[in-house]
Nanobody
Framework: QVQVVESGGGLVQARGSLRLSCTAS????????MGWLRQAPGKEREGVSC????????GYAASVKGRFTIPRDNAKNTLYLQMDSLKLEDTAMYYC??????????????????WGLGTQVTVSS
């Protein structure tokens, strides 16, 4: 049984930093590209970032490029999202998800097969 679990969310001030973590079990972690997606209240879920199974290839939504990074540690079956220079508009539920293919169109939530339940990130002024 595949389990994907996010952690690290919380309340942070604007311009601050936060690091999210995601662990996956029940699958061969390094066979999967991994992504972070988010959903703000009243908005559709959107892709934020994706990293290939090897870690050599990454992609970022324009809204977070230059502020977020998405490292992974295959030895620990763990994905991270380092978020710096946070903005009020980054407030959302953040989800970790896996896809057994290259990142491809990683901004499309429909691409991902396995999802966690999410971790809430709230950015305050």
């Amino acid at each position: 049984q595949v389990q994907v679990v996010e952690s690290g969310g919380g309340l942070v001030q604007a311009r601050g930093s936060l690091r999210l973590s995601c662990t996956a079990s029940g699958l061969t972690f390094d066979d999967y590209a991994m992504g972070w997606l988010r959903q703000a209240p009243g908005k559709e879920r959107e892709g934020v970032s994706c990293i290939s199974w090897s870690g050599r290839s990454t992609g970022y939504a324009a809204s977070v490029k230059g502020r977020f990074t998405i490292p992974r540690d295959n030895a620990k079956n763990t994905l991270y999202l380092q978020m710096d220079s946070l903005k009020l508009e980054d407030t959302a539920m953040y989800y970790c998800a896996a896809v057994p293919e290259p990142c491809g169109n990683y901004l499309d939530p429909g691409r991902y097969g396995y999802w966690g339940l999410g971790t809430q990130v709230t950015v305050s002024s």
